[in-house]
């Protein structure tokens, strides 16, 4: 059943929200406060500052109704849509528990595809192999980065650029197909899909799983795309491996890359970065020259973000071409980073 003492008396969702917040006393409120958006909370403070005043039973009805959602949302994080459903009928009743996942699905947008998050990647690969190559491009951008990159790797090497390229191309998918997609693969779970239109894949999509993948499955994708979608290729090689990734690379690679990098770059390069970033390039420097690019830092005062970006970009340039040529490795997760 809805919650009547909300819907029935009329309240909106901005409404409840407000003597939620009112209800939660003006300390908690204000640690909410901090997760909102500039336009929330100007809207929210409109609506607190127009209540006048909050009966028990609303209160509790709208307490209520924010538990359940909290309760939900726990139940379908540790075991998904079907275990929540199934521990909310028994706590609230089939129609009560229904009601509080459809306003929670709608708010939250729950992905499409859970069942095939939670499937074995070795029994997806079988599942999904013969698709085509479009099919599997929509399945994989749900996935997980390292669940679609063991797929992607496991696919023959003629499919695996055409759907690295379908994945970075994509960029809103209709709901009636994503549910006529799910049907095939789980019809449970069609009538759970968020109606509003879904933003998946692009550049950012495979950019991930190809960071995952093995060096050989991503060298043969993006020298395939450089062929195919030049363009494509050189958007995708920018985003693969940003400044900030050489904590990936041991002590050894670190110091083998600083060779090849003008200490003028080094020093743009490390104006506008993570504390991190720079005690790892430090310690694989000489004091003295470490003492030297510290002292230009400071002395060289504010800088353009873009000239920092261009020369961290000349830094990635030479990482990347140190692994190509096979004197350092970058530590993927694939099998590739296993050295004997």
Request: with cysteine.
């Amino acid at each position: 059943m809805p919650n009547t003492a909300t819907s029935e008396m009329g309240f909106k969702g901005v409404q409840r929200a407000a003597i939620l917040l009112i209800s939660l006393g003006p300390e908690r409120s204000a640690g909410i406060f901090k997760h909102l958006k500039e336009e929330e909370i100007e809207e929210m403070t409109l609506e607190i500052a127009n209540i006048r005043s909050v009966t028990p039973q609303v209160k509790e009805a709208v307490i209520t109704e924010f538990y359940e959602l909290c309760l939900a949302q726990q139940y379908i994080a540790e075991g998904g849509i079907g275990y929540a459903k199934d521990l909310l009928e028994k706590a609230l009743g089939s129609e009560k528990a229904m009601d509080v996942i459809g306003k929670l699905t709608a708010s939250l947008q729950v992905k499409p595809f859970e069942f095939v998050r939670k499937t074995d990647a070795t029994q997806l690969i079988n599942f999904i192999q013969d698709e085509h190559p479009q099919t599997i491009a929509l399945i994989l951008s749900y996935l997980a980065p390292g669940q679609a990159a063991l797929v992607m790797s496991a696919l023959p090497p003629e499919r695996q650029a055409d759907v690295a390229r379908r994945i970075a191309v994509m960029d809103r998918t209709s709901p009636d197909i994503i549910k006529e997609v799910e049907k095939v693969l789980e019809s449970k779970l069609a009538s759970l899909v968020n109606q509003d239109y879904t933003i998946i894949g692009g550049v950012d999509a495979v950019v991930e799983i190809l960071n995952t993948v093995d060096r050989g499955t991503e060298r043969h994708i993006m020298e395939t795309l450089e062929v195919e979608a030049p363009e494509l290729a050189e958007e995708i090689r920018k985003k693969m491996f940003v400044f900030e990734d050489i904590l990936l690379l041991d002590d050894r690679a670190i110091q083998r890359v600083l060779r090849d990098v003008e200490n003028n770059d080094l020093t743009m390069a490390m104006k506008s970065t993570k504390d991190e970033v720079k005690e790892a390039i430090f310690n694989n420097m000489s004091k003295r020259l470490a003492v030297m690019i510290k002292e230009d830092m400071d002395f060289m005062g504010p800088v353009r973000m873009k000239d920092v970006e261009e020369a961290q970009q000349k830094i990635v340039n030479v990482i990347r071409k140190l692994e190509d040529s096979g004197e350092i490795v970058i530590s993927r997760g694939g099998g590739d980073e296993i050295v004997v």
